[in-house]
């Protein structure tokens, strides 16, 4: 069974950082992207950002672009979040899923995805 464990979400004041990690468990194929959504309070789930095993792939929403990265430490099977200038609009929960035997990130939400982290809370006071 694949599991995921999310963690490193916290409260910051804007401009500040936070990193968060996911850490998957419970398979073998090497070939697999990880998703970071997040979901603000009363709005719909945003995909943020992706990577691929290894880092290979990524992608980003047009929303963190130049302020969040993406990266992934193959031997730990861990994608890491870094956030950077965060902004209250930034304030969500924020969710990894895993996605198996891709070597790209998928390209949009349609996909059904293997598993699905706790959700770590992220809140951005102005």
């Known amino acids: 069974e694949v599991q995921l464990q999310a963690s490193g979400g916290g409260l910051v004041q804007a401009g500040g950082s936070l990193s968060l990690s996911c850490t998957a468990s419970g398979f073998r194929n090497r070939d697999y992207a990880i998703v970071w959504f997040r979901q603000a309070p009363g709005k719909g789930r945003e995909r943020v950002s992706c990577v691929t095993n290894g880092g290979g792939s990524t992608s980003a929403a047009d929303s963190v672009k130049g302020r969040f990265t993406i990266s992934s430490d193959s031997p730990k099977n861990t994608a890491y979040l870094q956030m950077n200038d965060l902004k209250p609009e930034d304030t969500a929960v924020y969710y990894c899923?895993?996605?198996?035997?891709?070597?790209?990130?998928?390209?949009?939400?349609?996909?059904?995805?293997?598993?699905w982290g706790q959700g770590t809370l992220v809140t951005v006071s102005s």
């Open positions: 899923a895993l996605i198996l035997g891709w070597i790209t990130c998928p390209p949009d939400e349609s996909y059904e995805y293997d598993s």
